[in-house]
């Protein structure tokens, strides 16, 4: 099942979305779920809604409810981008990134990434006002003020010269199916339906591939190609369960339930209302992993850091009443055992525990336990916890 747009997918959609909404004005914006942006156009047909989910898939149209309140960055978004209008949408290159221009004032580029978990970012002059939320790799980072980069740039199938072709087909040394994926940059279920449109063994080693064989996949990948100006999606079933949507039919799909759409957008938002919302699109168990434990070792860091705030608190608390609470403890140690049934009437009492002896106080809305021993110990032991706090959000 895919979880995330092709380059195909977005290479179709583009034009349908450049008829749609150029000249368009930004109306509304809203965060339906955190990886999700959804903008409102005023065109001249009336409202469209543009949604695009990070990593995920992107159409006109909507699903379910926006959230009452708007966020920080909604906000922040409806300042700048507010009836800015459309100047451009295009793909960059052959890759899964969309950019949207939008001009009032000043110009404005949002960039939709839908590989891996994905990203949208508010560019201006180059350089990113806000990312829908931080990223950080070795070569590049989604952060604001930040210069925008984009990931390393793949091949574009569209405009490779025949002699390119052959020169990336003949260096690798991998079967056929896998270079054309990666070095063609044409993704798994397309290399497959390449290799089936030229009648070749997905499988059979480059090395292997006569010249007559090249120049069929030649041949067939311009066919393939040329398939984007004349959409005709589908959506693709097995077992009555969705398992692809494609902006035209393929062969390696034959046999299988198929439902056919006017448009590549109508099908894409069809294709993924149906198919299992996955957080953050397609990441792996191992990833899944690992992100669980980033996130109890988040939660952990800061009940760490509440533990240290309100042990200091209180230790600060200690010494600023230290004359009325060491008169308190003076009181409570003279205390004969007849006298103890009248610590309740005593100034800032909670409770006694005997066996730690330790007493609970009521101090400045904050209850405070003391050691019997005096208020110098009591403070010290505060700020020891507040201490060894620290040194657990370090370890973590």
Partial sequence: MKTSVS??????????????????????????????LLIV??????????????????????????????????MF??????????????????????????????KFTIIAEFFRNGNISIVKDGIILVPLFFQRWSTRALIPK????????????????RDDVVERIRESNRDIVRTLATRLNLGGTYAEELCLMAGIDKKKKVSELDR??????????????NRLEKPEPAVYYENSEPVD????????????????????NDAIYAYFAEIPEIE????????????????????????????AEDAKRKAEIIYAHYREIDALLSKIREMSSTEMA???????????????????????????????????????????????????????
């Fill in 212 to 225: 007559q064989e090249i120049d069929r996949i030649i041949e067939e990948m311009e066919n393939l190609m």
């Fill in 342 to 396: 009248e610590l309740r009437k005593l100034p800032y009492f909670v409770s006694m525990d005997t066996a730690k002896k330790t007493i609970t106080i009521r101090v400045d809305d904050e209850d405070i336990t003391l050691d019997f021993k005096g208020v110098n110990e009591s403070a010290q032991r505060y700020y020891e916890m507040a201490k060894k706090m620290k040194e657990k959000i370090k370890g973590a």
């Fill in 146 to 161: 930040e210069e925008y980069r984009y990931p390393p740039e793949s091949a574009d199938p569209r405009k490779m010269e």
């Fill in 7 to 36: 380059s195909f997918d977005i290479a179709a959609l583009i034009p349908e979305l450049r008829d749609a909404l150029l000249g368009a004005c930004v109306d509304k914006i809203y965060q339906p779920e955190r990886n999700e």
């Fill in 245 to 264: 949507v494609t902006p035209f039919p393929l062969m390696i799909y034959e046999g299988y339930e198929k439902k056919g759409f006017d448009t590549v």
């Fill in 41 to 74: 156009f005023n065109t001249k047909s009336g409202k469209r809604d543009l949604l695009m989910k990070s990593g995920r898939c992107l159409f006109m149209g909507r699903k379910g409810e926006n959230p009452q309140e708007p966020s920080s960055l909604v």
């Fill in 77 to 106: 978004l409806r300042k700048n981008l507010g009836n800015a209008r459309v100047t451009d949408i295009r793909q960059h290159g052959f890759d899964r990134i969309v950019e949207i221009e939008v001009e009032k004032a000043e």
């Fill in 280 to 307: 953050g699109g397609r990441t792996s168990p191992g990833v899944e992993r690992i992100e669980r434990q980033i996130a109890k070792q988040e939660k952990a860091i800061e009940e760490f850091r509440k533990s």
